[in-house]
Structure formats: structure tokens, C-alpha cells
């Protein structure tokens, strides 16, 4: 019994750490306009070195609708900058949405015979109506896909660090970035592939007051100069879909 009570209470005071935070940084809720990919997050700024600053924002596992899944996006600012609301627990198309509810990027599941649960394709904003023999006049015809975003299986992915690939969306499907690390203890890295060099990185989110940290729920997505925060995002979401 006290051990079932200490678990209790640590949970209550993680949830609430958690609704603490989201009250500094949601208040007041403002809408950043998603045309102005530049001023999504904290303003770029250069270091002392003279380079780009990155973009930091903080993730949180729940949509701003009631009974519903989703997350919520929020930059330094506190102001709402993203939003995911979704129904069912594997759904098949993903969207992720501005402040304002407009669609910046879709994330579809590849439906194809031989294709495996995790891979999807990813379109820019609205992706439309599916093709094929089904396909009427009047339909939105569907948009070619920007990439395709598949979780690498085996017995060799523990030893190579990797759980992802994205590829991109031609026949030849050659791999741009890799992404490696654990997303359930919220710790990965996006980096390209040719390079190796970092572009996006999630981490663990440190409570400013009272020490600890928020768990699984919030954390922190990292945006390095040059890589789009929005696809950013999306990869995140493409994790959550893939390892939860």
C-alpha cells in the first residue's frame, strides 16, 4: 500500500508539473502565420561565433480538443505554433496544423501489398483523395509525396543505433536522413545521411522549478539552422506513430 501510494503521488505531481508548464507557455495563446517559416520559434539569432542560433520548442502528448489525441506545439515565446488532433490509436493519415487549424503537412501510410505497417509518405499541406480504380471526377487528385519515412526492422538495428530511415519519394528511394537513438525515453537524433551532421534532436524536458522532469509527455524538439521546422515536427509524430 505505500508503495502504490508513493507511485500515486509522484504521478500527481508530474501531472501537475506538466499543467504548470503548459500555463507559463500558453498564455496568451497567439497564432504565428505558418507562411513565415522564419519566425516559427524563438526569432534566429546569431552566437557570438557569428553562426545561426537553433529553434527550440516544447512538445506536449496532448491535443487542445476534448477526447482526443494529439499534441501540441509550443516555441519559446509561448506562443502555439502546431497542433495534431487525432481519433483511434493507429490511424492511417496524420495531420499536422498551425495554430489556425490549416494542414502544413500529411502523413499517410503507405498502402501497398508488400509494404510494412511503418512506412509512410509525407505531402505538403492537404494531400487529397486517394487514385486508383475508385477514383470519380470532382475528387481532389492526390498530391506526389515530398518523402517517405520507413522504421528499420532487424536483428541489426540495435547494434547500428538507427530506428529510421527518410527516404526520398523516387524509385531510386535514397536515404537523406537517418534517425537514431530511443523515442520512447525521448532521446533521438535526425542526422543526414551523407554527412552525419545533426539537424534535429528531441530531448528530455527539465522542469525550470523544483527539479525533475516531465517524463514521456513533454519534451523538447531541437531545430538546427537550414532544417525546416515543420518537417521536423512531423518526424516526430512519425516516431510517436512507429514506437508507442
Not at 553562426?51 to 501540441?72: H, M, Y
Request: with cysteine.
Amino acid at each position: 500500500m505505500f508503495l502504490f501510494l508513493k507511485h500515486l503521488s509522484r504521478t500527481v505531481h508530474e501531472e501537475q508539473l506538466i499543467e504548470n508548464e503548459y500555463n507559463r507557455l500558453a498564455s496568451p495563446f497567439k497564432t504565428i502565420p505558418n507562411g513565415d517559416r522564419r519566425r516559427i520559434g524563438e526569432p534566429r539569432h546569431e552566437n557570438d561565433d557569428g553562426r545561426e542560433a537553433c529553434v527550440s520548442f516544447s512538445v506536449w502528448r496532448k491535443s487542445l480538443l476534448t477526447d482526443c489525441n494529439g499534441f501540441t506545439v509550443i516555441d519559446s515565446r509561448g506562443d502555439i505554433v502546431y497542433r495534431v488532433d487525432s481519433y483511434g490509436g493507429r490511424p492511417r493519415e496524420v495531420v499536422l496544423m498551425d495554430r489556425a487549424g490549416k494542414s502544413v503537412l500529411t502523413l499517410r501510410r503507405l498502402k501497398k501489398l508488400l509494404a510494412r505497417l511503418d512506412d509512410w509518405l509525407v505531402y505538403e499541406g492537404e494531400a487529397g483523395d486517394d487514385d486508383g480504380p475508385s477514383y470519380k471526377p470532382g475528387k481532389r487528385p492526390r498530391k506526389k509525396p515530398i518523402c517517405c519515412v520507413r522504421r528499420r526492422v532487424g536483428v541489426l538495428r540495435a547494434a547500428s543505433g538507427a530506428i529510421a530511415y527518410v527516404c526520398r519519394a523516387t524509385p531510386a528511394k535514397a536515404r537523406e536522413y537517418v534517425i537514431e537513438g530511443s523515442y520512447a525515453n525521448r532521446s533521438c537524433k535526425v542526422l543526414e545521411a551523407s554527412s552525419r551532421d545533426v539537424v534535429a534532436e528531441i530531448k528530455r524536458k527539465e522542469a525550470s522549478l523544483g527539479g525533475g522532469s516531465f517524463g514521456t509527455e513533454v519534451f523538447v524538439l531541437v531545430v538546427r539552422p537550414g532544417f525546416d521546422c515543420s518537417f521536423a515536427m512531423a518526424l516526430v509524430l512519425l516516431l510517436d506513430q512507429m514506437f508507442s
